[in-house]
């Protein structure tokens, strides 16, 4: 299948209004049965992450074999991802504000990752979740530095942006935390660099933070063993960041992902808002600690249909959208995680080619043959 | 490095913040949590039917209480947290003594939390409590009322006087006291023994228990005679709302100073604003109010009050344009059903107000 967009509005205005019900009635019922199961399930959620932290603090720093220290950096990296993305980016959506728990309340939550939190609500949970895979208003798209269809103009640079996507992807918490920078505007001058100093500031009190943290306060507490203890770290927070950039790329950037423009969007209602949502998503499958240490990004549909509903119901949740697609024929893109992530990187190759039409197509054999 | 280079103070200031810390010590036992006051649920007794006394023991670092105050409590009711204040039903003394408390709580119909209290708590489990606060406490400094004292107590109101007495008994068993108590029928006596027994405790004690279904509610005449030298006491009165009100006006008018006076409010059922007409939300931190007209939305209005309130989506998807509510009733735009009161952070983008309303953080 190819990635352009495609129309959008294939159902009639009475269908349309009537799939935008249906979607409202799922999240209705979710809303209205929220309650302890809910509460048990995220404070189970941060039990293990503290414990798990501790853990692996604990064997790296005290660790006398190779064996205890790994055990450790993977203890820490899991406690890292279940934050960041169980925890954190749930309970920053607002999923678990109903409760009133001043410790996971969405306004004042703050993660363990470089970005800062009030600038993350501010580009994911407006800007990404509100125009999801619009070209040119969601910034997540391809994070302004990868072409991933072919609506957009390609450019030579793009020929090495697999070697982008890698070290965006080792480096990612630090690409979401300067996310906001926006670094594309900055180059073809629509803002300036001025505007930008509330944000570089914010930036830089969270970003000395985490890496006070995990690179001086850490090490120092442990003495003669400090590298150990920085590099275990390290490692830890690389496996996150390689964890959580691989689970986002498979959720907007699977080969059958849509894309959209401006105008298609432009004054659309509730109903054509899930519709989009729908067509630029993608989930997979997996066993349950593949849904839990994914944050349930894994039902990426749910997500983006119900982003402050808890998402551990989003299984639950998926049988009846499933039936909701069925119904009105709209795709339901899903696979097992291992596929749809196969096509993530065959997307970003293949966007890394220039389209059919370019003359260096016909000049470079190599990409003759594509 | 020596001992005093290193940055002590800042250490431990961190450490008492940290949620690990905290999180390691609450594991080996939740009283040792540097953030929260644990009290330890030890038994729940129930005192009349819907009337039950939650025997709890704070932890060490708990500050105490002066007899007649009260302490916040908070649980869990089906996933939701709410905090409630109950008046302590012990005396300090008591506390000192044994290391427990009591709050005896009366289940106040469709309430969200006191009928529930006795089924969501668990004998053995840790509920958090808040620091000891209140004035409805013995007014040592003014010496000229303290001889002669009238309370007045309703229903579960006596929990609070019940405190003040023990303690009285304690110190001054021979004050002249004139104790009235009003319950609905025999059925709904709260503290029935410690009720006989307090006679034989004072030598200068009258009590009288009134039950309001047989004799009716309190009259100034009826107040009068079981108290004709009401003027001359210290008025301690804690009932509900409308009790109070009266008997602070059929005191005032029999001569007593308001000065004499002192009451507890337990809150009352408010008054539901029906919207007839616009109603006006006020914004507390910037000190700027509006009238509601047409079903705007709460960020709507607060931008035509001349705000600029953060905001993303404005369609309730993003939470960017939260806010909290200090009072009032708001309605969901889009689905018409009221916001629950408990909810204090709200989507201004999506909510409108239903009579006024008061927003804390604009
Ligand atoms: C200083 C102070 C001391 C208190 N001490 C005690 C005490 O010792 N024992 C005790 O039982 N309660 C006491 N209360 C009342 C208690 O805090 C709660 O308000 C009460 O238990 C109702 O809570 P709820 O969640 O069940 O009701 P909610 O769900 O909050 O309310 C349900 C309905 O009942 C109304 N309502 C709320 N409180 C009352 C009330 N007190 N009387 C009548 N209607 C009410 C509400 O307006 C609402 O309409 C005290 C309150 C205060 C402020
Ligand atoms: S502005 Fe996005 S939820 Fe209100």
């Known amino acids: ?370 | 490095m020596t001992s005093q280079s290193i940055p002590l103070q800042p250490l431990l200031r961190a450490a008492t913040r940290s949620d690990t810390l905290d999180f390691v010590l609450s594991a080996i036992s939740p009283q040792f949590s540097l953030k929260r006051h644990m009290a330890r649920l030890l038994a729940i007794r129930e005192e009349c039917p819907g009337t039950h006394t939650l025997l709890l023991q704070p932890g060490a670092r708990w500050g105490g209480f002066i007899a007649g105050q009260h302490v916040g409590i908070t649980v869990d009711v089906n996933g939701v947290r709410y905090r409630r204040t109950y008046s302590l039903s012990c005396s300090p003394q008591y506390y000192e003594r044994y290391g427990h408390i009591t709050l005896t709580i009366k289940s106040v119909a469709d309430g969200r939390v006191s009928p529930r209290l006795a089924e969501v708590l668990q004998v053995g489990s840790y509920l958090e409590i808040s620091a000891a606060s209140g004035e409805f406490v013995w007014q040592e400094d003014k010496q000229v009322y303290t001889e002669r004292t009238l309370m007045l107590a309703a229903g579960s109101g006596i929990t609070p006087i019940r405190s003040l007495l023990d303690e009285l008994c304690e110190s001054r068993p021979q004050q002249d006291v004139v104790l009235l108590v009003y319950v609905r029928h025999a059925g709904e006596r709260i503290f029935k023994q410690w009720l006989e027994s307090l006679p034989s405790q004072f030598s200068h004690l009258r009590l009288e228990i009134r039950y309001t279904d047989q004799e009716g509610e309190i009259t100034p005449e009826n107040l009068l005679a079981a108290c004709p030298d009401l003027s001359e006491r210290e008025l301690f009165v804690c009932g509900p709302q409308g009790f109070m009100d009266k008997v602070r006006q059929y005191t005032l008018d029999h001569g007593a100073q308001v000065a004499q006076i002192h009451q507890e409010s337990f809150g009352s059922r408010p008054q539901r604003v029906v919207s007839s007409g616009p109603a006006t939300v006020s914004f507390q931190k910037s000190g700027k109010s509006i009238r509601s007209t047409d079903g705007k939305t709460l960020l709507e209005l607060a931008e035509l009050a001349g705000l600029s309130p953060k905001y993303g989506c404005r369609s309730g998807i993003c939470h960017e344009c939260k806010c909290q509510r200090g009072s009032g009733s708001l309605i969901h735009a889009v689905t018409g059903q009221p916001i629950p009161d408990e909810q204090q952070q709200v989507q201004a983008c999506i909510v409108i107000p239903d009579g006024d309303v008061t927003i804390n953080s604009l």
């Open chain 1, 1 to 370: 299948m190819d990635m352009r967009t495609r129309p959008l509005n294939l159902m009639t205005v009475t269908e349309l209004e009537a799939f935008g019900k249906e979607l409202d009635g799922i999240r209705e019922r979710a809303l209205a049965d929220l309650g302890d199961r809910d509460a048990r399930y995220i404070r189970e959620m941060v039990r293990l992450q503290k414990q798990a932290e501790i853990a692996g603090r604990l064997l790296i720093h005290l660790g006398r074999s190779p064996l205890t220290w790994g055990a450790g950096v993977v203890s820490l990296s899991v406690s890292k991802i279940l934050e960041n993305m169980e925890i954190g980016h749930n309970v920053m959506h607002g999923q678990y504000d109903w409760m009133n728990d001043p410790s996971l309340q969405s306004q004042s939550y703050e993660w363990d990752t470089a970005c800062d939190a009030e600038s993350w609500r501010r580009t994911h949970n407006y800007e990404h979740h509100t125009y999801t895979n619009i070209l040119g208003k969601d910034r997540d798209y391809g994070y302004a530095i990868l072409r991933l269809s072919e609506e957009e103009e390609w450019k030579p640079r793009h020929l090495l942006q697999f070697g982008n996507y890698v070290l965006l992807s080792v480096f990612f918490q630090w690409g979401v935390a300067l996310h906001e920078l926006e670094f594309d505007k900055l180059r073809d001058g629509s803002v300036t660099l001025k505007e930008k100093i509330p944000f570089l500031k914010r930036f830089a009190r969270k970003g000395l933070k985490q890496f006070g943290k995990d690179y001086l306060l850490f090490p120092a507490l442990a003495g003669p063993g400090a590298l150990k203890v920085a590099a275990g770290n390290g490692l830890a927070n690389l496996g996150r960041n390689l964890w959580a950039s691989t689970i986002i790329f498979c959720g907007h950037f699977t080969e059958d992902a849509q894309v959209f423009t401006e105008a298609e969007c432009e004054g659309e209602s509730r109903a054509q808002w899930y519709y989009r949502q729908m067509l630029g998503s993608s989930n997979f499958t997996g066993g349950q600690w593949l849904h839990t240490l994914s944050g349930h990004l894994s039902y990426q549909i749910e997500h983006h249909l119900f982003p402050d509903v808890p998402a551990h119901r989003y299984p639950e949740m998926s049988v009846e959208v499933q039936a909701v697609c069925e119904k009105y024929n709209i795709p339901y893109n899903t696979g097992s995680f291992g596929h749809q992530y196969l096509t993530v990187l065959k997307r970003v190759l293949r966007s890394s080619l220039p389209p059919e039409d370019h003359p260096l197509r016909k000049r470079i054999p190599f990409l003759r043959r594509n």
